[in-house]
C-alpha cells in the first residue's frame, strides 16, 4: 500500500490554499485490486472532513464506493481530487 505524505499530496493535487480555498483530502492511499499488478483497478482510501471514505478506482476512471458515498456538495470535487492522484502516481510513472 502507498500511502502519500501531506506535502506531497497539496503539490500533486495542485491546491495550496488550506484555510481559504478547497478542502483537501488526506492519507490518501491506493493499492491494486488484483495479484498481478499489471492489471488496472485500485482500493483507494483517504479522510476528509474527519470521515473515511473508501472505493475502488476503475481502469475507466469510474469510481465506485465502498463505504458511504460523499455528500452531493462536496462529490465532484473529491472525485477531482481522486482523479488527479491517480492520474499522477498511476499512470504518469
Do not use: A
Request: proline residues 4%; without cysteine.
Amino acid at each position: 500500500m502507498i500511502v502519500l505524505p501531506l506535502p506531497l499530496l497539496l503539490y500533486n493535487s495542485g491546491r495550496y490554499n488550506l484555510l481559504g480555498g478547497i478542502e483537501l483530502i488526506t492519507h490518501f492511499q491506493f493499492k491494486s485490486l488484483f495479484e498481478n499488478k499489471e492489471m488496472p483497478g485500485w482500493h483507494f482510501s483517504f479522510y476528509f472532513k474527519k470521515q473515511k471514505f473508501t472505493g475502488i478506482y476503475h481502469q475507466n476512471g469510474e469510481i465506485q464506493w465502498t463505504s458511504e458515498q460523499p455528500s452531493d456538495e462536496y462529490s465532484g470535487q473529491l472525485k477531482e481530487q481522486i482523479h488527479e492522484l491517480m492520474l499522477f502516481h498511476v499512470y504518469d510513472k
